[in-house]
C-alpha cells in the first residue's frame, strides 16, 4: 500500500489545480508535444499534451476524471516507458514521496528526449511558513523529512534553471500553504487530509497547534500579528519549479 491509499482518499474535493500555477507549469513546458506525467495522482497541472500518467496508488488513480490520459500504475524509480520516448517529464508535488530521488531524476531524464520539469519546495523558505513556524512543529517536522534539497534536484539536472512558484491569496489547490491569508481553512479536517504534511502527522500532535490558532483567530491575534499579509496578492512560500534537460 502506498502512502496516497491510506491519505488519498478524498484528495480530489481539496486538491485541483490553480489556474496561474498551471499556466507556470505549461509555459515551463513550452513547445512540448509529448508528456509522461509522473507521480500524476489525480491529474493536477497535466497538460493536454500528456500521452501517459504514471501513479503508483490505485486511490489516486480511481480518482483521476474523465478525458485525462491514460494512466498506469508505476513508479518513478522504474518507468514503463522507453528511453526517449516523450519530449518531456512532467513531476508535481511528488519527488518527496520517492523512495530514490537521484533514481527517479535518472528515469525522467531517460525517458525525456528534450526537458524535465519538477515542482516542489523549498524547505529552507517553507520552515518560515507562519502555520509551521507558529503552530505546527509536528508538521514542519514532516515536511522537513520528506523534503528534498533544490540544489540536489538542479546537480542532477544539467543546466537547469529554477523558478520560485508564488502562491496567490485565493489559490484553489489546497496544497500546504495554499491558505497562507486564509488561516481558517486549516482547521476544516477535510482541508487537512489533502495536507501530507498534516494527513501523515500523528493526530495528538496537532490538537495543541490547532487550538492555539483557533484560539488566535477568535481573539484576533492572528491578525494582527499578520496583518502585512492583508496588503499581498501573493506569496513566496518556498514552492519552486525546476526546469532542465
Wanted: charged share 20%.
Amino acid at each position: 500500500m502506498t502512502v496516497y491509499d491510506r491519505i488519498g482518499r478524498g484528495y480530489a474535493t481539496t486538491r485541483g489545480p490553480d489556474p496561474r500555477i498551471a499556466a507556470q507549469v505549461v509555459a515551463a513546458l513550452g513547445g512540448m508535444t509529448s508528456v509522461v506525467n509522473v507521480g500524476a495522482g489525480t491529474g493536477s497541472y497535466e497538460p493536454a499534451e500528456t500521452i501517459v500518467a504514471v501513479e503508483p496508488s490505485s486511490t489516486m488513480i480511481a480518482q483521476r476524471p474523465a478525458g485525462t490520459a491514460a494512466c498506469v500504475r508505476g513508479t518513478a524509480e522504474a518507468l514503463p516507458l522507453s528511453s526517449g520516448s516523450v519530449d518531456a517529464a512532467l513531476a508535481v508535488l511528488t519527488v518527496h514521496h520517492w523512495t530514490d530521488v537521484e533514481a527517479g531524476i535518472a528515469e525522467l531524464r531517460r525517458v525525456a528526449r528534450k526537458r524535465v520539469v519538477i515542482l516542489t519546495w523549498d524547505q529552507r523558505v517553507f520552515r518560515e511558513f507562519w502555520l509551521v513556524r507558529e503552530y505546527l512543529p509536528a508538521a514542519a517536522a514532516v515536511s522537513a523529512g520528506h523534503a528534498v534539497p533544490i540544489p540536489l534536484i538542479a546537480e542532477l539536472l544539467p543546466g537547469a534553471r529554477v523558478e520560485p512558484v508564488p502562491v496567490p491569496h485565493d489559490c484553489t489547490d489546497g496544497f500546504g500553504a495554499a491558505f497562507w491569508r486564509r488561516p481558517e481553512a486549516y482547521l476544516d479536517p477535510r482541508v487537512r487530509a489533502g495536507i501530507s504534511m498534516l494527513a501523515q502527522a500523528h493526530p495528538r500532535d496537532l490538537v495543541d497547534g490547532l487550538s492555539a490558532l483557533t484560539a488566535d483567530l477568535e481573539s484576533g491575534a492572528w491578525h494582527e500579528r499578520h496583518r502585512e499579509l492583508s496588503t499581498l496578492d501573493r506569496l513566496d512560500a518556498g514552492y519552486r519549479l525546476i526546469v532542465g534537460g
